[in-house]
Every structure is written in structure tokens, then in C-alpha cells.
Nanobody, 128 residues
Framework: QLHVVDSGGSLVQPGGSLRLSCAASGFTLGYYAIGWFRQAPGKESEGVSCIRNWDGSAYYLDNVKGRFTISSDNAKNTVYLQMNSLKPEDTGVYYC?????????????????????WGQGTQVTVSS
């Protein structure tokens, strides 16, 4: 059965760092795009960072550029989101999701795809 498991969320002070993990099971990461999305209280879900694992192309939300880095470890079948210089506005539930390369639309952005498999979410709280 195909699924992803996201983890790594925690309470952290402003300026701190966290690394989120998205572990894939039942499929090979290299043929999928993986996205990290966040849901903040009272706000719509937004794509924070997404990566096409077959060519390494990555996307970042403007307000995380230079602070967040998405990366893939194919040997571990895991995608990471390294988050540095965290701000209170980064608070939210972070979900990772996967979409198969065959279902990928070149008319949409990496984070704008119809992602099929979603993790359960991991809470990130940035507060002093």
C-alpha cells in the first residue's frame, strides 16, 4: 500500500530550526513529486516547497526562500524540509504529499499538482 508519513514538527523559538521528514512507503521516490504544504489557523493551505524527484526541480514559497531547503534521500526513500530562521508566521500543520510522474501536469506548478497521497500532518509551532 502506498503512503507517506510526515514527522519532525515541534515547538521552537523564533530564529530556531527544524527538519521535517516525509518517508515514502510502497513506492520509489524517484518517480514522484513531493510537496510540503502547511495549514495555518484561519488561513488557506499553501504549498511551501515542492520537488520533482526525477529531475530535482524545486519550488519555494516566496516568504520561505533562503530559509527553507527541500532535499531527497533516495536511499532512504525520504524527503526532508530543512527550516531555518523560523518565524511565528511559519506556524501551522505541515503535510507532505506525493504525486506520480505519470500524473504530473506540465501546465501546473510543482506545488499546484493534484497530489494523491497525503501524510497525517505534523505540527510546527514557532513561539517564544
Amino acid at each position: 500500500q502506498l503512503h507517506v508519513v510526515d514527522s519532525g514538527g515541534s515547538l521552537v523559538q523564533p530564529g530556531g530550526s527544524l527538519r521535517l521528514s516525509c518517508a515514502a512507503s510502497g513506492f520509489t521516490l524517484g518517480y514522484y513529486a513531493i510537496g510540503w504544504f502547511r495549514q495555518a489557523p484561519g488561513k488557506e493551505s499553501e504549498g511551501v516547497s515542492c520537488i520533482r524527484n526525477w529531475d530535482g526541480s524545486a519550488y519555494y514559497l516566496d516568504n520561505v526562500k533562503g530559509r527553507f531547503t527541500i532535499s531527497s534521500d533516495n536511499a532512504k526513500n525520504t524527503v526532508y524540509l530543512q527550516m531555518n530562521s523560523l518565524k511565528p508566521e511559519d506556524t501551522g500543520v505541515y503535510y507532505c504529499a506525493a504525486v506520480f510522474q505519470i500524473n504530473y501536469s506540465n501546465n501546473l506548478g510543482v506545488c499546484g499538482q493534484a497530489y494523491d497521497y497525503w501524510g497525517q500532518g505534523t505540527q510546527v509551532t514557532v513561539s517564544s
